[in-house]
């Protein structure tokens, strides 16, 4: 049976529930330490090899095995207890912090350690990442879920902001080796509290016992195919990533050169950090503003003006108005991210859900590995600055085209009517008890 909302949860609903607040209190601890990692990291290895080479693999180890494993890690996700995925996971992140911070002590870094390194990092961050997301749905009420998945979205910009400041701390006071090897001791929490957390995954839909095939693979993407919204939700993720991603923060130190860079590096730091903490404010913005269902036009809205935002910024020749377009981009991010998260999951019937949600995530992380080309190598013949615009631009015709894709095809939803999952156009009668619109 179908439960309709009577009324909106409260503000910031899923920290009021001890289980989820415990949860998300120590995944941000891990995920600090992820960037720990990254920054102690990629210096030394500068300080090392000097090798651009190098700097272009740690990108694409990174979200390659995304692009390659997302889908397997879903169905993984949807087979075992997420628990234990999750542990997998930090187990691997903990190894390479270990690694690291040894290769450091002792000297004896070599490239083809780091490239190993680089890669079993990569491969955590796909290992886990459909079970953390999964894992959720059994903590927190249905009418809480989107605060839940929102805040779990909003705790990757808090770890960007939180990482470098503890990271470049840790260097200072202790070391690069010694810095990561005490970076271990910080993702220890989250594994520990899994040990005895009450909560695999599958609460309430049970396991899949479907192995993992490409015949399954076809037959999750012809199920999401029939439902719309989520198959919006695909495309416009995978847009994003594929023309911009991430790829503009590897070009910062050219947008800052650009805008009067200072000695001190103060002015590049603030423009790296300015889409995280504008994520942060949009999260608060939305939690304050109570929204419990969340929008397919609004998600695809928000994508929009985050191309449009990305695209000016880099037109820009005043440096306060830098600042607040990245700002204003993070906002506009985090808003279509979270949006689109709550809308997948919750769309997605139970015993199916990580092998969506990894179909996803191939295409919002995954496809990031090809922003390298539309804003890097397009950059390295038309420059940086209209390579990001161009490809920010491309975003917004995307998301127009979509809008009027979806108001041509829209069949009216009232506020309280009942979302039909992909279960039941694929043939499966799950129903999710929460209303995202149109």
């Known amino acids: 049976m179908s439960t309709r909302l009577s009324a909106p949860p409260p503000r910031f609903a899923a920290l009021r529930v001890p289980a989820y607040r415990r949860y998300f209190t120590f995944s941000l601890m891990s995920m600090v330490a992820d960037n720990i990692e990254h920054v102690v990291t990629y210096w030394v290895m500068f300080q090392t090899f000097h090798s651009a080479a190098l700097g272009g693999f740690a990108v694409i180890s990174h979200w390659v095995p995304f692009l390659l494993f997302s889908f397997y890690a879903g169905a993984l996700a949807d087979r075992h207890d997420c ?49 953390t997301q999964l894992i959720i749905h059994d903590m927190v009420p249905a009418e809480e879920l989107p605060s839940a998945i929102r ?26 080796a010694s810095g990561l090897l005490t970076n271990v001791l910080v993702y220890l929490p989250f ?18 016992r479907t192995a993992s095939t490409l015949a399954d693979a076809w037959n999750v993407f012809t199920a999401v195919r029939a439902e719309s919204r989520i198959m919006a939700m695909v495309v ?51 939690e304050g503003a109570n929204l419990s269902t969340p929008s397919v036009r609004a998600a695809i809205a928000s994508a929009g003006l985050w191309g449009l ?43 199916i859900r990580g092998r969506v949600v990894g179909l996803f995530n191939t295409a919002m992380m995954g496809l990031r590995a090809g922003s390298g080309l539309t804003v890097g190598l397009m950059g390295s013949f038309i420059g940086v600055r209209f390579s990001l615009a161009v490809s920010s631009f491309a975003i917004v015709l995307v998301s127009v085209a979509l809008l009027v894709r979806d108001a041509r095809a829209r069949i009216p939803h009232s506020p309280e009517s009942e ?20």
């Open 83 to 131: 628990r234990r995925l999750i542990q997998i996971s930090q187990g691997l992140f903990m190894l390479a912090s270990l690694a690291w911070g040894l290769l450091f002590l002792a000297g004896e870094l070599q490239m083809w350690h780091a490239v190993v390194l680089l890669t079993i990092h990569g491969v955590a961050g796909v290992v886990g990442a459909p079970a």
């Open 151 to 176: 805040l779990n979205a909003s705790s990757r910009y808090l770890s960007i902001l939180l990482g470098p400041a503890v990271g470049g701390g840790l260097m200072l006071l202790l070391g690069p």
């Open 191 to 208: 594994t520990i509290l899994l040990t005895r957390f009450p909560h695999t995954g599958h609460a309430a839909g049970g396991r899949s």
């Open 236 to 286: 416009v993720a995978g847009a994003t990533s594929f023309l911009v991603g991430n790829a503009f923060q590897a070009q910062m130190p050219a947008y800052a050169n650009y805008l009067g860079a200072d000695a001190t590096g103060t002015r590049y730091t603030v423009l790296l950090a300015a889409e995280a903490a504008g994520a942060v404010l949009g999260v608060l913005i939305l």
């Open 309 to 351: 935002t990305m695209g000016v910024f880099p037109l820009t020749q005043n440096y306060p108005m830098a600042v607040a377009l990245l700002m204003l981009a993070g906002v506009f991010n985090i808003a279509f991210q979270s949006m689109a998260q709550t809308l997948v999951q919750l769309l997605a019937p139970s015993t």
């Open 419 to 438: 979302v039909t999952s992909v279960g039941t156009r694929s043939g499966s009668p799950t129903q999710t008890p929460t209303t995202p619109n149109r």
